[in-house]
């Protein structure tokens, strides 16, 4: 089985995937997946919260998916060795919990997924670089061809994508719920993604990043639910 959720900041979004939460998870085994579409949070700092979150995630009976979003220590992240796993290109965190890399093509279950995550740190004003937002947040122009290479290899078709934020066609449904909109954000990032939307075929896409839940057409905006692929 194959679950998604939004972000989860972890320690501040992380119980969504609790027991209480999400009780699907006492059946699930390694060979079960809960993905995360970005802002993971666990590689933050190496202190106590993560050493605390890491001991209960790796003891998790599923095994736990994640694509990067803008709240990473992408420092940390990058460090780490890199991976083939079923057939796209990984980052271990953990035996169980796995970085899947900015424009991969995975086969999980049957399906394909197309991986590509990050997204612009509205408030980095507010932050410190290298300390609390990183500028690798934003999917270079090699990773943007990467990926773009990646789904011509596939035929430009997959079953599902998974991002951070969303292309361009998904913003005015994001705008219609959003308390506060900024008419003059930087959305280079969704710019770059609605240009591999309108080249490639597929089922679903589903995104984080603007802490909502809802559907609409073939956009899926993920935060505080489980949902469970069909």
Request: proline share 3%; glycine share 6%.
């Amino acid at each position: 089985m194959i679950y998604l959720t939004g972000d989860t900041h972890i320690p501040i979004d992380i119980d969504k995937l609790s027991h209480k939460s999400f009780p699907e998870q006492k059946q699930l085994t390694r060979d079960d997946f809960i993905i995360v579409l970005g802002d993971f949070g666990l590689l933050w700092r190496e202190d106590k919260t993560y050493h605390y979150w890491l001991n209960i995630l790796s003891a998790k009976r599923y095994t736990l998916l994640f694509v990067d979003g803008n709240h990473e220590n992408f420092d940390w992240l990058n460090s780490l060795p890199v991976e083939s796993w079923h057939g796209g290109h990984v980052h271990r965190v953990a035996e169980n919990i796995l970085h899947l890399m900015r424009g991969e093509v995975f086969e999980i279950g049957g399906n394909t997924f197309f991986t590509l995550g990050g997204a612009i740190s509205h408030d980095r004003i507010y932050r410190t670089e290298g300390i609390s937002w990183w500028p690798q947040e934003v999917p270079s122009k090699v990773e943007i061809d990467h990926a773009i290479d990646t789904l011509a290899c596939h035929g430009n078709q997959v079953d599902y994508v998974l991002t951070h934020t969303c292309p361009l066609d998904a913003l005015p449904e994001i705008r219609l719920r959003a308390n506060t909109w900024d008419e003059y954000a930087n959305h280079s990032v969704e710019k770059a993604l609605q240009a591999i939307n309108d080249t490639i075929q597929y089922k679903d896409w589903y995104f984080g990043h603007w802490h909502m839940d809802f559907d609409h057409n073939q956009y899926h905006a993920m935060y505080n639910r489980v949902l469970r692929l069909k």
